[in-house]
């Protein structure tokens, strides 16, 4: 797929005929990426998250590359746009660890997923001003019965003990990059990323294909925002889990 890339960047006359254009965009719109059960990768979220947008919230299947979506830095809660998918599989079905806190919030997320957690004790605050660090982060799977999760609440970050953690099945696998690695999600503080916890080497990574994906708009709009991360890339996520801890 990314040789048709190369061609348009290196082509040593800068231009191309538009019968080799359309064939490139044919291949590439009839082109199927592997599905998340055949590649071992990591899902993410299901089709019923959703986010908070400029005009209010939408599903996983609602939104596409360049919409802006909340989120937050250790201080500031803010809109970015989506930069690219890890994954969009809006009719496969999987196995979510589905989340329930105190008050009710739910998130559906794989095992592998990267989830913000704070130990709480007895005593914990139940607002916070900052939100936790990268370090922060554990696979969902990690996640026990009265850990602490951030939420965002009436334009506050608020703590929320987890009650529940359920194995549910539920339709689509969509797991969208933002500038930031961080997303909000059902109103809940998470991490774009999964597999394994070194967040800033995923954040260079994933920057990098959102650049090569940005070509993709020469074949079109179906196929730029249906595109996920290239082949190979689950095979650079299961090398990196080897070196990285």
């Not at 370090?135 to 334009?155: H, I, P, Q, S, T």
């Amino acid at each position: 797929m990314w040789l048709f890339i190369t061609v348009l960047i290196f082509s040593s006359s800068g231009v191309l005929s538009f019968s080799l254009l359309d064939s490139a965009r044919h291949a590439l719109h009839d082109f199927k990426l592997p599905k998340f059960s055949e590649t071992e990768g990591h899902a993410c979220f299901s089709t019923d998250s959703w986010m908070t947008t400029p005009t209010g919230k939408k599903r996983m299947d609602q939104v596409a590359i360049g919409d802006l979506v909340l989120t937050g830095n250790l201080t500031a809660t803010y809109y970015t746009p989506i930069i690219s998918w890890m994954h969009r599989e809006p009719e496969n079905r999987y196995n979510f660890h589905t989340i329930m806190t105190e008050y009710g919030k739910m998130l559906a997320v794989s095992a592998k997923h990267l989830i913000y957690r704070n130990l709480c004790d007895e005593n914990y605050a139940e607002y916070v001003r900052y939100l936790p660090k990268g370090r922060n982060v554990v696979f969902a799977e990690e996640l026990k019965v009265g850990d602490c999760l951030v939420l965002l609440y009436k334009g506050k970050y608020r703590q929320q003990r987890v009650m529940r953690i359920s194995i549910t099945e539920r339709k689509g696998i969509f797991a969208p990059i933002t500038e930031n690695g961080r997303i909000i999600v059902n109103d809940i503080v998470a991490s774009v990323y999964s597999g394994i916890k070194h967040t800033r080497l995923q954040g260079q990574y994933y920057s990098t294909v959102a650049y090569i994906q940005s070509w993709l708009r020469l074949f079109g709009d179906s196929v730029f925002h249906t595109a996920a991360i290239p082949v190979g890339s689950s095979l650079a996520s299961d090398l990196l889990r080897l070196v990285v801890p």
